[in-house]
């Protein structure tokens, strides 16, 4: 029975985009869904299912991580299924391939109608790249649900943008965030724009579900009632549980975590730009050289592109020179840990809106490199709610140095004037992520309009 003991429960197949910042929000959805007694079947790549952390023992049994092949595509590199296992510049074959899942997905919808006593799902929730299964869910008669894991801030903007026609001449957005990516304007050689193939997947589903609430986003949770003219169904935030939860996340017995306990209270900055940040070597020396020029103390997760070694990012005699008040780890690092120690003053991130959610749940100040995409945004709207601090780029060349870097760094976690305000606004945005009741009541209220739409 669901969550109004009454109604029966539902088959919901989540499709997400193939990137880990997609993924993992979308099997903390399915949990969430699953722990109201409905059946949820996540699909991806082969490589990304066998790479997600394991469910929750309470609710496996009505969670089926679904493997679908993944088709080979030339100069896309082998075990490539994921966004995180590539260098961005073979971004547009990684998206060709992903189009050629249409006939696995296809495949898959006809088997769930062949079981013994087998009948369509309920729904399809797909993320806003995967026309390909929103064409499958028309065709096969499941009525289909757009996921956009975008604060509301984008999801407004994106409206007007995709009705225009005109992402990528936006004022409003920083030119870097359009150069490095070209996002929402990016021409294909093998077919649509990015702009398009998201405006294809909207035509055919019935609604929006979007990663937000009023209590985030006041004002714009209400100018994004609809995208593209479709209702638009915010369902909360997706915190994650404080100590870690799913992935055993807390830190305990982990190298940087021991680091951390050697500091004092409130003087580490944490570093950690993502799983996918496309960051240049010249890029990640000048960042370095900026948390050497500010003096703090600082532990950095950092992601080595791929094929280069960390020796070759780091600026000579770094390591020596920070050593003591440093820590640089490349591998996995415990996030939620770290966030949570008590050594940790402020947290400088990519702002991608899981990893500023995950900062926030601790109260941590905000010190902004947002790179590309939807973190430009959600930094400015970090700044409106001046939790935090965004490191000044070049007006010319978009570029950031050393010098912004440690200016931010200061502001944040060292000038006792800007650390109080930022601090004290962090809590209190910290009280809206950590309200496990008020976002529990928005999966609540989503799973009823997936009722209602049905």
Request: glycine residues 8%.
């Amino acid at each position: 029975m669901d969550e109004t003991g009454s109604s029966p429960p539902l088959h919901v197949v989540i499709c997400p985009w193939l990137a880990f910042g997609h993924l993992l929000p979308c099997l903390d959805l399915a949990e969430r869904l699953a722990s109201r007694g409905h059946r949820v079947s996540l699909v991806s790549a082969p490589r990304n299912i066998a790479r997600l952390p394991p469910v929750r023992p309470a609710v496996a049994p009505f969670v089926g991580l679904v493997a679908l092949p993944f088709p080979r595509v030339a100069g896309l590199p082998d075990g490539a299924e994921s966004t995180n296992d590539l260098p961005f510049d073979k971004f547009e074959l990684h998206r060709k391939a992903a189009d050629g899942l249409t006939a696995p997905f296809s495949d898959y919808l006809e088997s769930l109608c062949a079981e013994p006593g087998g009948r369509k799902p309920d729904w399809i929730i797909v993320d806003y790249f995967n026309d390909w299964a929103a064409a499958a869910a028309i065709q096969h008669k499941v009525p289909c649900a757009m996921l956009a894991l975008l604060a509301a801030t984008v999801v407004a903007t994106l409206d007007i943008l995709l009705s225009e026609r005109t992402a990528s001449r936006s004022a409003g957005a920083p030119r870097f965030a359009t150069e490095k990516t070209g996002l929402m304007s990016l021409q294909c050689k093998w077919g649509m724009s990015i702009a398009e193939q998201v405006s294809s997947t909207l035509q055919r589903c019935k609604l929006v579900a979007m990663r937000s609430c009023s209590e985030w986003e006041p004002e714009s949770v209400a100018h994004a009632a609809t995208f593209g003219g479709k209702p638009v169904v915010p369902f909360g935030l997706l915190p994650p549980s404080p100590d870690g939860g799913r992935r055993g996340d807390s830190g305990k017995d982990d190298t940087a975590v021991r680091w951390l306990d050697a500091q004092l209270a409130k003087s580490v900055v944490y570093v950690a730009l993502g799983s996918e940040v496309p960051l240049r070597p010249e890029e990640v020396r000048e960042l370095a050289l900026g948390l050497q020029l500010a003096g703090t103390r600082f532990l950095w997760a950092l992601r080595k592109p791929p094929g280069v070694d960390a020796d070759v990012l780091l600026p000579q005699g770094f390591e020596e020179c920070t050593r003591g008040r440093g820590l640089v780890i490349t591998g996995w690092v415990p996030q939620l840990g770290i966030l949570a120690h008590d050594a940790v003053a402020a947290f400088l991130t990519h702002c991608g809106l899981s990893s500023t959610i995950e900062g926030l749940l601790f109260g941590r100040p905000l010190v902004m490199l947002p790179i590309m995409g939807d973190q430009v945004p959600n930094a400015r709207l970090m700044e409106c709610r001046k939790v935090g601090v965004l490191v000044p780029r070049n007006e010319k060349d978009c570029s950031f140095d050393r010098e912004g870097v440690a200016t931010a760094i200061r502001a944040v976690a060292v000038e006792e004037e800007g650390r109080r305000v930022f601090t004290a606004n962090a809590k209190k945005l910290q009280e809206v992520v950590s309200d496990t009741e008020c976002h529990e009541r928005y999966i609540d209220r989503f799973i009823q309009q997936l009722r209602c739409y049905k």
